[in-house]
């Protein structure tokens, strides 16, 4: 029996390398439209520096997956120490908010605590985002810093997103709130503290570890983009711009709203479905300048909306294949939608911006501070869990699964997945595949 995995990601690869031992596949074949594999978790190299498309991080309660992931990195791994900071008014606030509050002026610690204790929406049932944080942390730490930094990384209201991506944040007790207004910090999402990397290679050294371990049954074809996919009896055919390739079972990881369109014969219902999902592209903005303000720290959040990316990173954090000698190097990320404002801004302009942004935040004083930069832009990057996702996702996905097609990955699914839950959900499916 011959499998078709569509999209050459970190969730085809571990399929792939899940699915090879089971003695009813006879072939897998990769089908990926770039000229590389990795997707999301490539690497790429600008001036000596390689950075991720976002920092990519290796966690996970999953104690399996974790022990897979960096199993299969052997010793090209590293430990850290998570040092992720809020700028909030040029104070660094340590992650996640309602943990440090002591470093708020006066006037916003106060709003902070006061909303939290008297909070008049604690006893409502959240019906979406924003009624979720208002219920759970009160107005101040919603109207500081959780609605403006969702409003800015998803570019949509959080009034029309669901809870999907919040539900299972906890209430933190009010000792905790008062101890945080007093100065004593909280170390928040334990799970997360310490965190591995690769040494060399960025993410995509993840990518290439498990390509290594794929047997000779898998065929990897790049620069194969899929057109079209027609079902005849019980065998599928991929028509792509490399030739036609049949196959008894398809694994699709490309976006879900993009397999509705090629997919042939395709109910109308389906495609008025398909065309509701909503997500967001991203632009990695890397400069590199000659002074360190950030220090021992990581990541640093930012809601300001007069700053135009919504997180930057500090590469150098990474160790010394992630740095340039007498400089540091920070990766900016920015959302967009298509044809918003950042959509049509050139490159250059996106590069001002994020550079009049460091020096809004204090990362640089002037702009002859950066020595070098670099822009990539991905059209698919995040998902929005939109008041109408569920229903759309789950219309889909199971109109696929009667056709025998089983959706697998972030944008396969249509689901906001880390690597982690990549990982697992391939694992579950190679188990679970019907080869019969």
């Known amino acids: 029996m011959n499998c078709i995995i569509l999209g050459a990601g970190l969730s085809s690869l571990s399929l792939a390398y899940f699915l090879q031992d089971n003695k009813k596949a006879d072939k897998i074949i990769i089908l990926e439209k770039e000229d590389k594999t990795g997707g999301l978790c490539r690497t790429f190299t600008k001036e000596g520096i390689e950075y991720d498309v976002g920092p990519h991080i290796i966690f ?102 669901d809870t999907q991506m919040v539900d299972r944040i906890p209430k933190p007790p009010k000792e905790d709130i008062l101890k945080s207004a007093k100065g004593h910090t909280v170390d928040g999402y334990l799970h997360q503290l310490y965190f591995t990397y690769p040494k060399h290679g960025g993410t995509e050294a993840l990518i290439k570890a498990i390509s290594s371990k794929l047997n000779n049954k898998i065929e990897i074809h790049t620069n194969a983009e899929v057109l079209s996919i027609e079902k005849k009896s019980d065998k599928f055919f991929i028509n792509t711009s490399k030739g036609e390739f049949s196959g008894d079972k398809i694994i699709s990881s490309i976006p879900l709203n993009l397999l509705s369109k090629i997919y042939k014969h395709t109910p109308k219902e389906i495609l008025e479905a398909s065309k509701q999902l909503k997500y967001n592209s991203i632009a990695i903005c890397i400069l590199n300048v000659k002074k360190d303000y950030a220090k021992d720290n990581y990541a640093f959040m930012c809601a300001d909306k007069n700053v135009i990316f919504h997180r930057v990173s500090k590469l150098d954090f990474m160790g010394g294949n992630y740095t340039k000698e007498n400089s540091t190097t920070y990766m900016a990320e920015i959302t967009y939608r298509k044809n918003d404002l950042n959509d049509l801004a050139s490159d250059d302009e996106l590069i001002s911006k994020v550079v009049r942004g460091l020096k809004t935040i204090g990362f640089i004083d002037k702009d002859n501070d950066v020595n070098f930069s670099d822009i990539r832009r991905f059209e698919y990057a995040y998902v929005i869990y939109d008041l109408n996702h569920r229903k759309n996702t789950d ?16 944008f396969g699914t249509f689901e906001y997945l880390n690597m982690d839950k990549i990982i697992r959900q391939s694992k579950t499916l190679a188990k679970s595949l019907s080869l019969n």
């Not at 791994?77 to 809020?86: A, D, L, P, T, V």
């Not at 992650?95 to 604690?122: A, G, Q, R």
């Open 60 to 161: 996970s309660k999953d104690e399996e997956i974790l022990d897979f992931m960096n199993g299969i990195l052997g010793d090209n791994i590293e430990k850290h120490r998570r040092s992720n900071k809020i700028i909030h008014k040029r104070a660094l606030v340590q992650y996640p908010f309602e943990n440090d509050l002591s470093k708020l002026d006066d006037f916003d610690k106060e709003y902070c605590v006061n909303s939290f204790i008297n909070n008049p929406y604690e006893n409502y049932e959240a019906q979406n985002m924003l009624q979720f944080f208002l219920k759970t942390f009160g107005e101040g730490i919603t109207n500081l810093y959780l609605r403006p930094y969702n409003e800015k990384i998803w570019k949509f209201d959080p009034v029309f997103m």
């Open 395 to 410: 219309i889909i996905k199971n109109y696929f699964d009667k056709e025998g097609i089983y959706p697998n990955g972030r």
